[in-house]
């Protein structure tokens, strides 16, 4: 109770610290509005000079003078509040002014104080600060009928230094000068109709061999803050050869920063506490915004446009490109809010660089997903108007929407699809294949290899998402896809992207956002061609750039972290930016580097940060947070490091279960502690309870960097066939594309691994058909008959002829209809007998009459 008793007071006299600069600062531009007579530096800079009002809290009085106030200290009965202050006035000359919160900044305020979870009595740690403006009702508005006088630097020099004695005043009860001096000069200065630049040269000598004999406000306990606010004020008073570059230039400056002080007392009034953290092992930490998006403010509002145009009623597409760390998806998650509140919905992927077999799967997985939210913030009655309208536009090819998301079930009931088709389906399966539910139709291997009808190539795909995101996207519900790192991305992918997108019968509601690396692309990729095709259908289109933070706002983030005035971080600043270019990440790496190696420290005995300078200015670290990274990964525990390493080989992501098999293998026993270890230095973390997640892809490419380049793929190839070999006669189907991905990297030397991995990819490929993912299955048949010995079909021949099958089947839906008449033929030169050639040549057939040649496919 006595620390928020202090914490009040602290904030009610900086309140009224802020209100003196204000007016003060505003009488300095008003001459021709006040009586020339009264223009005397030494009345208007005494604290006797002035008033302060409240609120009508106290039944004795609602106003008490400037002096009253200093003297008041948290133990007389009436205690205003310091959101009670409502004015500072100036007695000689009389100007009013009065000080507060815009109208809907206390309106809410109001509304968490009676609601009792806001106001002064919360947690003295969630003190929230005030938005304070300030008018002067008897004065013109600034900028209007005012005359700007120019103004000398040594008179704004005496005006700050007068200032700081009267603050100095304010926050210790005391003058900053011998009382018997410091109160006749200011009466000796008084009496004068008015100052010349002299007599305030004469005040600021006579002042100023008084200034070093007064107690440092430090001593008294204040705020860090404070005391050096008002000391840099006192320090105007020195001689040009003498002035600290701390001190303050002008009334404008001093406003901003005690403006800053009571926007967030946490951050920059009260001093920072010591906390136990893996990170500050009980010293201060840096306090990072994580949520603030610094010097985005154009970019914000060009993409929120963009989404407003799209909730309007129309399809847009936003490209977002830049360095890695430069904030792309920042920017992007900083319209996730807008989106909610307009009851759109958000779907998102990140392609991953290891994993680039999957960029098709992946983006049809997010449309399964909408499925999801879709459910969840819909009614019951929206839902079966929905089911119409997905009857009405699929008809009987549901059961193709229903094989490719079989999240749909969860938006179309058995009772309300059989009643929006007008027939008697008593149960959902029915509308599929082989009468399986829709959330069971997983097909085996036999399935795949004997069902032709229902292929689905990428040109079906297309479509059919299409009619989808038609249906469930509207103006009173958008959708928005956010596709991060297209650099990985491949052409089947960005083609299924432009299908939906150049919709010819108008899917007028969909948000499309892509972001890519732009200097891991060149202009032949195929976000560029995606980019013209798209704005030549007539899409609006969207390309933006993004650059390293101005210094401006590169200071302005580090002034957040330190909790220091800006002004004062500005030296600390321009080297930080020499050093990262403004790129964010690498500015948050940066600057946690400089704390590790003690080259930032936060000084207990200042209750400030300070910096070696020198130091840090030699530091060589080539231009890339890598480096940095790096260095402090292979500062860790070899447990730490295998935990790393092994999460890099999987990509972004991994799943939880790939770590629990490999702790049953003694070389990776500490696995699971390493992790935690990871998680606990703030390189991962842990997304539900299945997976793990990099927080960065610079994180990642970090710990992936730990492994010699010589060494990655036998690295890879190793650690899958540890996985496959501990998992086999396991459900592995959640993993089983990462296991596949892993030994694809090398090769196995042993006949009887190599067949081990044959069978590996062939799992995996069949569940890339189920998938519907037509590029994955290609690759991974492909792999798996490479895996088979040359003479395979005579020594695996159903397994063979399956694979054969399978991937002919594959290449089709891809559009390689060479490659899959090719392989066609090798099982009809291949196969023992006419039962296993019916499949195909049943696909031989359905090919050539695709293409329009019925005399060939009825020869």
Sequence with gaps: EDETNEKEVILRKTTIAYGLAELLMRTRTQHHCIDPSSLSLGVQFSIDNFVVRYSDVSPSSSSSSLAASSATTGHVDFQPRWKDITGVDMISPPILMNIGEPSFLRAVDSSNDDNGDGGDDRDVNEIVGRYLEVEFPTLPEAGTTSTLFAISQSEEDARCHLLGAILYELFSHRSPFPEEEGRGQQQQLGREDDASPRELEHVRKKSRSQTSSHSPLFDLGLPSSVCLLVRNLLECGDENEHRP?????????VSKDLHLLLLDPNRFLFNHEQTTTSETNGGVQLLFRKHQLYGRENEVSLITDAFCRVSAGRSEAFFIGGFSGSGKSRLVNSLTARVDINEGYVITHKFDQISKEMPLTGVISVFNDLCLLIGEKRSRKDLLVLADDLAECFGVDFPLLARLLPNVDLLVLA?????????????????????????????SRVDCANESDGQMNLRSIRFVLRRFVKVVSSKSHPVMLFLDDLQWCDNSALALIEGILCDGGGCSHLFFVGSYRSNQVTDDHGIFHLMKSVRSSGVPTTRLNLEGLTPEDLNIMVSDAMGMFPRVCEPFTDIVFQKTKGNPFFVLEFLRSLVDGALLQYSIPSRRWVWDEDLICAMDITGNVLYLLVSKMIGLSENVQLALKTAACFGIKMQESIIQYLSTIPEYSSIQSGMECVIAEGFMVKVGTTEFKFVHDKVREAAYSLIPDSEKNQYHCSLGAKIYSISKGCNVDDIIFSIADQVNHGTAQSPE?????????????????????????????????????SDHWKSHYEQSRRLCFLLAKSAYSCGGVEKAQGILQEILNQAHCLADKLDAYHL???????????????A
């Design 753 to 789: 691994l190599r067949l081990d991995f044959a069978e590996l990819n062939e799992m995996a490929g069949v569940k890339a058909v189920g998938c519907l993912d037509c590029v994955a299955a290609h690759s991974y048949l492909n792999n798996a008959l490479t895996f088979l010995p």
């Design 245 to 253: 570059e701390d001190a303050y230039d002008s009334l404008e400056t």
């Design 844 to 858: 031989v057939v359905s090919i050539l009459y695709d293409r329009g040649k019925l005399g060939e496919a009825y």
């Design 415 to 443: 009772d309300d699809l059989s009643e929006s088709f007008g027939v008697d389906f008593p149960l959902l399966e029915r509308l599929l294949p082989n009468g399986q539910a829709i959330s069971s139709h997983r097909p």
